[in-house]
Structure formats: structure tokens, C-alpha cells
């Protein structure tokens, strides 16, 4: 009655270990790319519970890499967001004459007269703010010009980072690679919508619970109803 295959066999022919699956976008996910992926951050309820190994304390993704003296050269830095999509920033820094910006300590931030400043300005100034609240210093006290190493604190986007990307730049061509480190990973999460609304993957906006809004939902107001709040453009309040 029945036809076909009745016992098992071992299928080696061209397309044995092929398949066929869609690559999303930045921003876009499921399995025909048609779902839109949320603003992702760190769930507010969960301030200073965060476990890295036997570590409790919240941390934020530390990176460090080494510049050697030399004259006015363009780097060419990639920073990877929470949707794939990778930003580039282009700082202009002149290592053998500026002095490198370490930190005071004193909650300062070095100006643009200084390496870390500009790296810093140049970072801060990627589309849409992703990196609006990054930090940059030279790492030691009483540095001068030359070779130094730099890190970069990434206050702003929550969760572990993947490393930056860097390079010296000229033209349209990488003359040659910088290796960044971590200092620390970070361990606050980062996960849709914060982990306080719920995600419409049609819009790609979060839809915040009572009481918390911001584009990620990552940040609590007192007020438990939600009322007098103003939601954050790409966010909605319930």
C-alpha cells in the first residue's frame, strides 16, 4: 500500500550538508527577517545583584589599547550596538605632541586639547547617542606625549561589550590594526526592552510596564500608575 524509504540509510550526496536560512539586517531578526528587534538595557530592579563570579557589584564593559607616539594620525574606531550595526568614528589625535588626558580622579572628563579627549568627543558624537556617555583617559598619572595606553569606560550601553575595533586610517585604507583588551567585561544585562515592557516586533518600540519608560524601558519612575510621564521618542508608556 505504502512506498518509499523503508529502512535507514546514510544521505551523502552533494547537498547532504547544506541549508538554506535567511541573514537579518541590523535591527531585524526571526526566520524571514520580518520581525523588528527592541531597544535593549539593563533591567533597573536588579541594581547591585548582579553576579560575575563571586563579584555582587553592577560593572560597566572597560577597554583598553595602546597608542604609540607619533604625529597627527586619523583612527578609524568600530563600535558594534545592540543590533549588529557597527558605527565608525574617525578622531584625528597627534600623540607625539598632545598630552595624553589622564584622569584627575576628580569626576573631570579630558577637553579635545588632550588624545583621550578627542577620542572621547569623536565617540560621543556616533548617530543617535549610543555613545553619548562613554568615558576616555589615559590610564596613569603624570603621562606625558608619546606612547600610552588608553581606556574606554562604556557608561551608556549596558551588558557586556564586544570589543572595538580599531585602526589607523588614511584615505580609504586601514594602514594597520590597534588591539583593544578588557579591563573588566561588564555583567549588567542587557536584554529587550529591559525586562520592564513588552516588545511589538512589528514597530520595534517597547511598551513599557507602570512605572518605568525610556526607549529601553531601562529607567523607574516613582510614580507606580505611570502618570505625568513623558515618554522617550521610540518608547511607549502603558
Given at each position: 500500500?505504502?512506498?518509499?524509504v523503508n529502512?535507514?540509510?546514510t544521505?551523502n550526496?552533494?547537498?547532504a550538508?547544506?541549508?538554506?536560512a535567511?541573514?537579518?539586517?541590523p535591527?531585524f531578526?526571526?526566520?524571514?527577517?520580518?520581525?523588528?528587534?527592541?531597544?535593549?538595557g539593563?533591567?533597573?530592579?536588579t541594581?547591585?545583584?548582579?553576579?560575575?563570579?563571586?563579584d555582587?557589584?553592577a560593572?560597566?564593559?572597560?577597554?583598553s589599547f595602546?597608542?604609540?607616539?607619533?604625529t597627527e594620525?586619523t583612527?578609524?574606531?568600530?563600535?558594534?550596538?545592540?543590533?549588529?550595526?557597527v558605527?565608525?568614528?574617525?578622531?584625528v589625535?597627534?600623540?607625539?605632541n598632545?598630552l595624553p588626558?589622564e584622569?584627575p580622579n576628580d569626576g573631570?572628563?579630558?577637553?579635545t586639547?588632550?588624545?583621550?579627549?578627542?577620542?572621547?568627543?569623536?565617540l560621543?558624537?556616533?548617530p543617535?547617542?549610543?555613545?553619548?556617555e562613554?568615558?576616555v583617559?589615559?590610564?596613569?598619572?603624570?603621562?606625558?606625549?608619546?606612547?600610552?595606553?588608553?581606556?574606554?569606560?562604556f557608561?551608556?550601553?549596558?551588558?557586556?561589550?564586544?570589543l572595538?575595533?580599531?585602526?589607523?586610517h588614511?584615505?580609504?585604507?586601514n594602514?594597520n590594526s590597534?588591539?583593544?583588551a578588557?579591563?573588566?567585561t561588564?555583567?549588567?544585562?542587557e536584554i529587550?526592552?529591559s525586562g520592564?515592557?513588552v516588545?511589538?516586533?512589528?514597530?520595534?518600540?517597547?511598551t513599557?510596564?507602570?512605572?518605568?519608560?525610556?526607549?529601553?524601558?531601562?529607567f523607574?519612575?516613582a510614580l507606580?500608575?505611570?502618570?505625568?510621564?513623558?515618554p522617550v521618542?521610540?518608547a511607549?508608556?502603558?
Amino acid at each position: 500500500m505504502f512506498s518509499g524509504v523503508n529502512s535507514a540509510f546514510t544521505y551523502n550526496l552533494w547537498d547532504a550538508e547544506k541549508n538554506q536560512a535567511c541573514v537579518c539586517d541590523p535591527g531585524f531578526s526571526g526566520i524571514d527577517c520580518s520581525q523588528r528587534e527592541c531597544p535593549r538595557g539593563d533591567d533597573p530592579l536588579t541594581k547591585g545583584t548582579r553576579f560575575q563570579g563571586n563579584d555582587a557589584t553592577a560593572k560597566k564593559t572597560i577597554q583598553s589599547f595602546t597608542l604609540i607616539g607619533t604625529t597627527e594620525t586619523t583612527l578609524k574606531i568600530g563600535f558594534e550596538d545592540w543590533s549588529g550595526k557597527v558605527h565608525y568614528a574617525y578622531p584625528v589625535v597627534d600623540t607625539a605632541n598632545l598630552l595624553p588626558g589622564e584622569n584627575p580622579n576628580d569626576g573631570t572628563l579630558p577637553d579635545t586639547t588632550t588624545v583621550a579627549g578627542r577620542i572621547m568627543a569623536s565617540l560621543r558624537a556616533l548617530p543617535g547617542g549610543i555613545m553619548g556617555e562613554v568615558e576616555v583617559f589615559a590610564q596613569g598619572a603624570g603621562l606625558t606625549v608619546g606612547t600610552n595606553q588608553y581606556r574606554v569606560t562604556f557608561i551608556g550601553p549596558p551588558g557586556k561589550q564586544n570589543l572595538i575595533t580599531i585602526a589607523v586610517h588614511s584615505g580609504d585604507a586601514n594602514i594597520n590594526s590597534i588591539a583593544p583588551a578588557y579591563v573588566q567585561t561588564g555583567n549588567e544585562e542587557e536584554i529587550p526592552c529591559s525586562g520592564r515592557g513588552v516588545c511589538d516586533s512589528s514597530t520595534g518600540l517597547c511598551t513599557c510596564f507602570a512605572g518605568y519608560y525610556g526607549a529601553s524601558c531601562t529607567f523607574q519612575n516613582a510614580l507606580a500608575n505611570g502618570g505625568g510621564i513623558t515618554p522617550v521618542v521610540g518608547a511607549v508608556v502603558a
